[in-house]
Structures are given as C-alpha cells and as structure tokens.
C-alpha cells in the first residue's frame, strides 16, 4: 500500500510535533533588533503553505491579537504600508518569487522587516540589508514546514508582546500533537485509524469543506489545498455564516453532479447555539439532495489547539488519500511545470 510513498513523505507527518519543539529551541530573543514601540500593524507575506501559517494564525489567535496583522499572497504591498508596518516575509524555500517582490517594496517603505526561510534569495537579502532572520530546516516541502513556520511567527510576535500564548499553552499543543501522530500512524493496518477511514469515505468523491466558525476558515482552506497538492484531488471549501448567504442557494442545483461531492462539517463542541442551528439547517439542505456528509471534530481546550488538532487531521487524510490513489504525495508536477515555463521568460 505504501509503495506509494517514494519520498517517505509520511515522515514529515510524524515529525510535526518535533518541529514545534525545534523552534521552541532555537528561538532566540536577542536575534530580534526591532523597535517595538512603533509598530502599529502586521503584514504577512507569503504564498502557498508559507502564507497559511499567517492565515491560521490571524484567525485562531484574532482575539489575543492587539494589533491588525494582514496576509497578502502576490506581488504587491498596501499603500498604509511604512515604517509603523512589521513586515514578515515567509518564505520556505527563499525563492518564492511574489513575496521578493513584495518584501522588496516593503523595504523602499522603511517597514521594519523580519524573514522566515530556510534559504534562498530571501536569505540573501536579509543580510544585506540587516533584517532580522528567522531560520529554519530546509529540505521539506513547504506545505509540510507549517510547524516551523507558524510557531516562527507565534514566538516572534509573543517576544513583541503582540500576541500572548504561554509556553505551557505550546507545550500542551505539542503534547496533543504527539497523541494525533500516535492516533493516525498505521503500522500493522490492524487498528482502527479515524484518517484512513475518512480517506477512504472520501476516494472518488470531490471533497467540499465547510467551516463551522470564521476561525477554522483558514484551517478549511489547508485541507483544501492539502487534498490538491497531496492527494491530487480537486476540493473546494467555504465557512459558516458566511456561505449561508451566497453557496447555500448552490444547493439547489438539479444535476447527476451532486453524486460526485462529499461536504464535510469541521466542528467542535462549543459552538453559539444561533450557529449550532445553523450547521443543522445546511446539513438539512445538503442531506436532501442526497449528498454525503461527513463531521469532524476538533480535538484540544483552546481554540489554538482546535486549529492545529484540525490542521493534522487534515493532512493525515490526505495523505491516505493520496495512497489510495496511488500517487505520491510529495510531487507537485504541475507547479513544477508552471515554474519550469515561468522561468524560460526570465
């Protein structure tokens, strides 16, 4: 069944928990030459799995924020951007071409910079100009760096007094994490493993994500993406209210399509009754045209440790997935292809 797995792309899932751990380590305050007193806003640069870890974060943290942080994924800065922006450029292989370009502009604004790599022109930028550097492992896909990334960003704007999570909030994180590697690694195939059978109730199926509040939008949006890179499957997704005003009419669809779709409900347990009810009523109008459903469950006490409980989840699904398939969930040819041909131009 693995044979698959020719880059042993499964360990990365399994290291997860030791990434957190790693920066925890390497984090060092002293590294950090900013001045705290004139930052009135964030902005996070970055695409594909190096701009998620902005988006999670901006969303499962909104409340303990102080400060507005914005994600922008492309070429280009805000006009409010200046010297009162902190600016954080993630970048996992340093050469992602939009956030140079971006992070570039930022510096012609005198925005105070910070960079999250491994290497790369990004890398090389940072010491010319004498930004403060984040480093961290190469030689991952970047879509499997989000621990070093999203921990990088937590512990830079905790250290600003931007953000507070405790470090015993981060250890019990990586404490659950470890239990979710345990939960979902399968080594004999004997014992019942919640992701496998998840993959396997969505093989041929096109998987459609609904987040059950706005802060597992984000998360909504990493399974998304993980079942395109990973698993080599079209997936859409969308979050609760705010497709109760615009897809829910989608629904009313008449067509043989509809076979063709799986909604799963990322949920946990807490939820407001007025969206409790909501969730009902979606799941009345989907259920009606025959669509499966599947509901997952958020493991954790906060709502940090809900998100990242789901963010594994996610990624162990769609990794079985991609076995299931019969594809190796590390390549990525078709982004391959599209750089290929973007660089003949330079």
Same mark, same amino acid.
């Given at each position: 069944m693995y044979s698959f797995d020719k880059n042993n792309f499964v360990n990365y899932l399994k290291q997860f928990p030791n990434q957190i751990i790693k920066v925890l380590e390497s984090f060092n305050q002293k590294k950090i030459k900013l001045d705290k007193s004139r930052i009135e806003n964030i902005i996070c640069l970055g695409? =594909? =799995? !190096?701009a998620i870890a902005g988006d999670i974060f901006k969303e499962a943290l909104f409340d303990k924020l102080n400060l507005p942080l914005y994600v922008i994924r492309g070429y280009q800065i805000p006009q409010y951007c200046n010297e009162k922006t902190l600016v954080i450029a993630c970048s996992y292989s340093g050469n992602t071409e939009e956030t140079l370009s971006a992070v570039n502009k930022a510096n012609d604004k005198n925005a105070q910079i910070v960079v999250i790599t491994s290497g790369g022109e990004l890398k090389n930028l940072a010491k010319v100009n004498k930004w403060? &550097? +984040?480093n961290i492992p190469g030689k991952l896909p970047p879509r499997q760096a989000f621990g070093y990334l999203f921990f990088s960003i937590l512990l830079l704007l905790n250290h600003l007094k931007i953000c507070k999570v405790t470090v015993n909030e981060i *250890? !019990?994180?990586?404490? +659950?994490? *470890? *239990? %979710?590697?345990?939960?979902?690694f399968d080594k004999s195939s004997a014992d019942r493993i919640l992701s496998k059978e998840l993959a396997k109730q969505i093989q041929n199926k096109i998987p459609i994500i609904y987040a059950t509040t706005p802060y597992f939008g984000s998360v909504a949006m990493r399974w998304k993406t993980q079942f395109q890179e990973n698993s080599k499957s079209m997936a859409f997704y969308n979050t609760i209210p705010e497709m109760n005003h615009n897809e829910i009419v989608g629904w009313e669809m008449e067509h043989d399509a509809l076979n063709q779709f799986i909604v799963i409900f990322l949920q946990c347990e807490d939820m407001p009754p007025r969206i409790a009810t909501r969730i009902e009523l979606t799941k009345n109008i989907i259920k009606a045209k025959g669509v499966d459903i599947a509901e997952i469950y958020a493991e954790g006490k906060t709502r940090l440790e809900k998100a990242i409980s789901l963010v594994l989840l996610g990624d162990w699904i769609s990794y079985y997935l991609a076995i299931f398939y019969k594809k190796n969930? &590390?390549? %990525?040819l078709n982004i391959d292809y599209l750089k290929s041909e973007l660089n003949k131009l330079d």
């Open positions: 695409m =594909g =799995g !190096s403060t &550097e +984040l *250890k !019990s994180i990586i404490r +659950l994490s *470890k *239990k %979710i590697v345990q939960w979902n969930p &590390e390549s %990525i």
